[in-house]
């Protein structure tokens, strides 16, 4: 449906048929905002271009070249799952392409360490590594978690790694369903343990202080800030009000005249 022409308030009623055609509950509608009386009014979150994340479906139409990104959630049997993906609508521009392969290859990295790595953070910095050698930025403001039975679970999963990242990183271990093979090497799958000796004074918490970072690895990574190739690009984030439920995170890029 990422088409020019269609609103992103009919991808959001599309999914949220869906949904219900399966049994299946939104877990974005009706999740509590800034106040008991503005809970999240959609199913998805669809954010486009300059929209990092977290945009309200409405009536803005989808136009060639655009980005849209679609993150959602439901619930199933008891389980939670979420997803994300940036569809680049028709014919996008060359630096729009090059940022979401560029994401995309992030995503790849923490595929393919993930079983080869002990602590997360060896995962975060591999891909960290990738981005900025790109001539990109991780965004710290926003990171990954866990999901299950409920949509938001412990650890959280950062796609970067810092001073205060490293007092909550945590162990990959084998999982239940990880399998001895026979040249005596385990199996891919893994789950986390908290690295609880690092500092037990601190709860884990989110990431703070919003820095001028932009890609989003975490589901295929999204934003709207390119810094890359030949040419240099000075980025600011601002935030602007989107109805009475919260803001979304707007990037202005313009080229650096450094």
């Known amino acids: 449906m990422c088409k020019p022409g269609v ?8 999914v949220e048929a869906l949904y219900a055609k399966y049994g299946a509950l939104p877990l974005f509608k009706g999740y509590p905002g800034p106040t008991p009386k503005t809970p999240f009014p959609a199913a998805t979150c ?7 994340v977290h945009g309200i479906p409405g009536q803005r139409e989808i136009r060639e070249g655009d980005l849209v990104k679609l993150d959602t959630a439901c619930k199933l049997s008891g389980w939670c799952a979420d997803a994300a993906i940036t569809v680049m609508v028709g014919a996008v521009r060359p630096e729009r392409r090059r940022l979401v392969e560029t994401a995309e290859h992030v995503l ?5 360490e993930l079983g080869k790595r002990r602590w ?19 965004v710290e403001q926003y990171v990954g978690h866990g999901i299950g039975r409920i949509m938001h679970e412990n650890p959280q999963v950062p796609n970067y790694v810092s001073r ?39 709860p884990r918490r989110p990431a703070q202080r919003p820095r001028r970072a932009h890609i989003r690895a975490h589901s295929g990574g999204r934003a ?35």
Request: glycine share 8%; with cysteine; aromatic share 6%.
């Open 7 to 14: 609103r992103t308030v009919e991808i959001d009623r599309a």
């Open 46 to 52: 669809i954010s486009v271009n300059e929209q990092v």
């Open 108 to 112: 790849k990295i923490a595929y393919e």
């Open 120 to 138: 997360w953070s060896e995962v975060a910095g591999a891909m960290q590594r990738h981005a900025e050698a790109a001539g990109y930025h991780m």
């Open 164 to 202: 205060d990242m490293r007092k909550h990183d945590f162990r990959l271990e084998p999982g239940p369903g990880a399998r001895r093979r026979a040249d005596g090497q385990h199996g891919q799958g893994r789950h986390a343990r908290a690295r609880r000796s690092v500092d037990r004074r601190h």
């Open 224 to 258: 709207d800030r390119h810094r890359g190739g030949q040419e240099r690009h000075r980025c600011n984030i601002t935030s602007f009000p989107r109805s009475a439920w919260g803001t979304h995170v707007r990037t202005l890029c313009v080229p650096s005249s450094e």
